[in-house]
């Protein structure tokens, strides 16, 4: 059993930062790619970032690069999210998500194996 559980979420005024964590537990992967997406109310699910945990290689998506950070901590299946300068817009809940192995590609949800719960994040006047 593979628990994931984000964290960090909030409600923040426009060009503020906030930072997001996702705590995977249950199980040791010998390579994984662990992402980010956000759901908006009558919204697709979009993919955010992502990052391999063999190396560290990072992806995101191309309208929120220079704003938004991936990054693993101590090799675990650990990551977080830095978000900077949020605008109106990036408000959503946002999902961690894990998948094992690192083939295919890491921006379509649909190859992702274990989420997390979500986390809301408003970004507000």
């Known amino acids: 059993q593979v628990q994931v559980e984000e964290s960090g979420g909030g409600l923040v005024q426009p060009g503020a930062s906030l930072r997001l964590s996702c705590a995977v537990a249950?199980?040791?992967?010998?390579?994984?790619?662990a992402g980010w997406f956000r759901q908006a109310p009558g919204k697709e699910r979009e993919f955010v970032a992502a990052?391999?945990?063999?190396?560290?290689?990072?992806f995101y998506a191309d309208s929120l690069k220079g704003r938004f950070t991936i990054s693993i901590h101590n090799g675990k299946p650990t990551m977080s999210l830095q978000m900077n300068s949020l605008k109106l817009e990036d408000s959503a809940v946002y999902y961690c998500?894990?998948?094992?192995?690192?083939?295919?590609?890491?921006?379509?949800?649909?190859?992702?194996?274990?989420w997390g719960q979500g986390t809301q994040v408003t970004v507000s006047s």
């Open positions: 998500a894990i998948r094992p192995g690192a083939v295919g590609d890491p921006m379509k949800y649909n190859e992702y194996s274990y």
């Open positions: 249950g199980r040791t992967f010998s390579d994984y790619i």
């Open positions: 990052v391999r945990g063999s190396g560290g290689a990072t």
